[in-house]
Each structure stands twice: as C-alpha cells, then as structure tokens.
C-alpha cells in the first residue's frame, strides 16, 4: 500500500507531482479505532531478539521507519492507536509495539530537519568527501523513467548539477 504527503505533511496521492516523502507499506490492517503496520522481514536481515530490542528503542532506523509509516497513513486514516509490527517470513513470527495518541507532528518534525541536515550536506559539498565519483556512476539510473517516482530525485538532480561543475 502506498502513501504520500506534500512539504506541508498533507496527504497526496502517491504518484502526485507534489508528494514530498513517500512510502511503500507492506501491509495495513484497519480496525475502527486502530490500525495495525507490518513490516515483513527475512531472518538474514533480523534476528528475534534483535526484533524485539528494535521495538524497545526509539532510535533504531527500522523503528523510525514503521513510525513514519504509522504518521503518513495518519494524514488519511486517523485512529486512536497504531501498532507497529515487524513479520518475520520464515518461523511466522510476529513483534509489535503499540503506539497510542500518536504525535504526527513530532514525527514530521523530526524527518523534515533530518531531510533538511542532508539537504545542507549536498549544498555545502560535504557529502563529495564520502562519495567516489565511480560509485556514483554505478548508482546512476540508466532508464530516466524510472528516476520520476524516486524519491531521493531531488537529491540526485543536484549530485548530478555538482557533478557537472567538475567539484572532484
């Protein structure tokens, strides 16, 4: 299930001209007062006891990604709680935490300065230290097509301006 939201955290459909932030949600199960996020996951990514510490932290990136999950499905389908889940595919197990009276706006919050410090990175040219001109020719789409749902697009658009300026 996909969902999208403009610089203005209001939802947009997914493939609209103005989605800012996007995501791809394996699977959403609505009840009238909550709704439940799974994230699937293979034991070669995550072990149980990793699963289960992950739901206990705030700062784990997998974490923060099903929380942002819960905050873009927030903009259309409101509800009291939100559980977030991770599945793992081969023993069928199932972790959760539930979240009640979810702060979107904290959540956004948080991802729109986290977007801005990377934004500052790639205009300040920090970023060209970490990156090797090579690699980032094996990352170049060939089929510019494809580049027009990315998400990182923005970025890439002004890697490639850089680029073009001859930085390295």
């Known amino acids: ?3 999208a939201c403009d610089e203005n955290f209001s939802y947009v459909p997914y493939e609209s001209k103005h989605s ?4 791809k949600i394996d699977l959403i199960l609505e ?7 799974v994230d699937h996951k293979t034991t070669g990514i995550l ?4 699963l289960k510490n992950i739901l206990g932290t705030l700062k784990d990136k997998s974490y923060k990604q099903l929380l942002w999950y819960a905050a873009l499905v927030s903009l259309k389908k409101p ?17 959760f935490r539930k979240i009640e009276n979810l702060d979107t706006r904290k959540t956004f919050f948080k991802i729109k ?16 230290e970490i990156i090797d001109k090579k690699s980032f020719e094996v990352l170049k789409q060939k089929n ?6 990315c998400d990182y697009i923005k970025y890439c658009k002004k890697l490639e301006k850089l680029l073009e300026k001859k930085y390295w």
């Open 1 to 3: 299930t996909s969902y």
């Open 20 to 23: 800012f932030l996007r995501g």
């Open 31 to 37: 009840q009238p007062l909550e709704i439940q996020i």
């Open 47 to 50: 072990n149980n006891r990793s």
């Open 79 to 95: 509800r009291r709680t939100y559980t977030l889940s991770f599945f793992v595919i081969k023993n069928g197990k199932i972790f």
């Open 113 to 128: 300065n986290r977007l801005l410090k990377i934004e500052r990175k790639l205009e300040n040219k920090s970023i060209f």
């Open 144 to 149: 510019k097509k494809l580049c027009f749902y």
